[in-house]
T-cell receptor, first 114, second 114 residues
Framework: SQTIHQWPATLVQPVGSPLSLECTVE??????LYWYRQAAGRGLQLLFY??????ISSEVPQNLSASRPQDRQFILSSKKLLLSDSGFYLC?????????????FGQGTRLTVV | AQSVSQHNHHVILSEAASLELGCNYS??????LFWYVQYPGQHLQLLLK??????LVKGIKGFEAEFIKSKFSFNLRKPSVQWSDTAEYFC????????????FGGGTRLMVKP
């Protein structure tokens, strides 16, 4: 069966420090991968999605970037964190190519920038 | 681009009360529709989904949702809520030609009082 791993679960980082959140999927190949941010009272905002290795689309201009170095690995990064980057970050995957599939979510990372 | 609106941000109900959470989307093409739920301290999980066919779909834990195409709506219902339904509920849409990219509503926080 397919599983999605996301780490770390919580992270406290100072302003100006770098960020790297990792997400890996097991049990499937060539998935669509997504990074969402959940801010209090604002629902889930799609940050990045990827349909293949090295193929990243950004939905919102921001201080973050994403990379997909391997088929089932998706990394969210920042060179210098801002206070406004605090939030709950969720990685998700869905099957590639099928039109009728849902997304499956990781456990999330609670990021607090201090 | 598609958008999703959830008009109720916070809902408080007593046990055994009936529930209806509104969800409206804007997109002119064919869509898939989802309701996700996030229980306190848990990851986001799928409650129910609509792809085609019967517009009244039944999900887990006694939830159902009705797709009304003419109203661009996909409201979530439950005849009798339980304390364990306390959670945040998210409506989501993906356009059939958008690579399974989900657009989420802002979420509705439901609190059920015992």
């Amino acid at each position: 069966s397919q599983t999605i791993h996301q780490w770390p679960a919580t992270l406290v980082q100072p302003v100006g420090s770098p960020l790297s959140l990792e997400c890996t999927v097991e049990g499937t190949s060539n998935p669509n991968l997504y990074w969402y941010r959940q801010a209090a009272g604002r629902g889930l905002q799609l940050l990045f999605y990827s349909i293949g290795i090295g193929q990243i689309s950004s939905e919102v201009p921001q201080n973050l970037s994403a990379s997909r170095p391997q088929d089932r690995q998706f990394i969210l990064s920042s060179k210098k964190l801002l206070l406004s980057d605090s939030g709950f970050y969720l990685c998700a995957w869905s099957s590639w190519g099928g039109m009728n599939t849902e997304a499956f979510f990781g456990q999330g990372t609670r990021l607090t920038v201090v | 681009a598609q958008s999703v609106s959830q008009h109720n941000h916070h809902v408080i109900l007593s046990e055994a009360a009936s529930l209806e959470l509104g969800c409206n989307y804007s997109y002119g093409g064919t869509v898939n529709l989802f309701w996700y739920v996030q229980y306190p301290g848990q990851h986001l999980q799928l409650l129910l989904k609509y792809f085609s066919g019967d517009p009244l779909v039944k999900g887990i834990k006694g939830f159902e949702a009705e797709f009304i195409k003419s109203k661009f709506s996909f409201n979530l219902r439950k005849p009798s809520v339980q304390w364990s339904d306390t959670a945040e509920y998210f409506c989501a849409v993906n356009a059939r030609n958008a690579g399974n990219m989900l657009t989420f509503g802002g979420g509705t926080r439901l609190m059920v009082k015992p």
